[in-house]
């Protein structure tokens, strides 16, 4: 079974520019996250959906952050504008719904703003 | 609020000592789940173990075992006879259920 697919795995990008992340979960998973995980630091949730609707979106900085799953498969993470404390490992995780514990993760995307 | 707090930062053991990862928990929820995750050098994260918050079973997995006490709120983390393979940093997480609130991690180095 393949598991959680995630690109890009590195992203360089100078402050003030927009990035992009793409997430394609587990099949037949109905629940996806991103989570930011800061260097020396846990993963925090910034997003659930649940198919193609959203859960929880407390701790997204709106401001700057918005994502997507639009066929309720894919997602997608985007930043604009960057700022250097966006320096962090971009996680995707998928569980098989809202009430399944295992959340399975992908290999994240390591973004670094200069 | 939900917190896991994880005050092992580093561990170091030589190769085949056994190792115990200590993680404490707040939550005012009586239905929660706990969570040991791993996180090698690829950075992924591999889900290891879940307990329940009605289990307090203590349960051993090969060369892993789980301290579960609702009293002290501690999830601990045991791995007999360590292997080279184990460093990596291990987390500790909380579910309410749904989102997962993780600590902030412990390196585990195992030298041969």
């Known amino acids: 079974e393949a598991g959680v697919a995630q690109s890009p795995r590195y992203k360089i990008i100078e402050k003030r520019q927009s990035v992009a992340f793409w997430c394609n979960p587990i099949?037949?998973?109905?629940?996806l996250y991103w989570y930011q995980q800061i260097l020396g630091q846990g993963p925090k949730l910034l997003i659930q959906?649940?198919?193609?609707?959203?859960?929880?979106d407390s701790q997204l900085p709106k401001d700057r952050f918005s994502a997507e799953r639009l066929k309720g498969v894919d997602s997608t993470l985007k930043i604009q504008p960057a700022k250097l404390e966006d320096s962090a490992v971009y996680l995707c995780?998928?569980?098989?719904?809202?009430?399944?514990?295992?959340?399975?993760f992908g290999p994240g995307t390591r973004l670094t703003v200069t | 609020a939900q917190k896991v707090t994880q005050a092992q930062t580093e561990i170091s053991v030589v190769e085949k000592e056994d190792v115990t990862l200590d993680c404490v928990y707040e939550?005012?929820?009586?239905?929660?789940?706990l969570f040991w995750y791993k996180q090698p050098p690829s950075g992924e994260l591999v889900f290891l173990i879940r307990?329940?918050?009605?289990?307090?079973q203590n349960e051993i997995s090969g060369r892993y075992s789980w301290n579960f006490q609702k009293s002290t709120s501690s999830f601990n983390f045991t791995i007999t006879a360590s292997q080279v393979v184990d460093s990596a940093v291990y987390f500790c997480?909380?579910?309410?259920?749904?989102?997962?609130?993780f600590g902030r991690g412990t390196q585990l180095t195992v030298w041969p």
């Open positions: 995780a998928s569980s098989l719904d809202i009430g399944a514990r295992e959340q399975y």
């Open positions: 099949s037949g998973h109905a629940t």
């Open positions: 959906f649940q198919n193609n609707g959203v859960v929880d």
């Open positions: 939550t005012r929820d009586t239905t929660y789940y």
């Open positions: 307990r329940n918050s009605f289990d307090e």
């Open positions: 997480a909380l579910s309410d259920p749904g989102r997962l609130y």
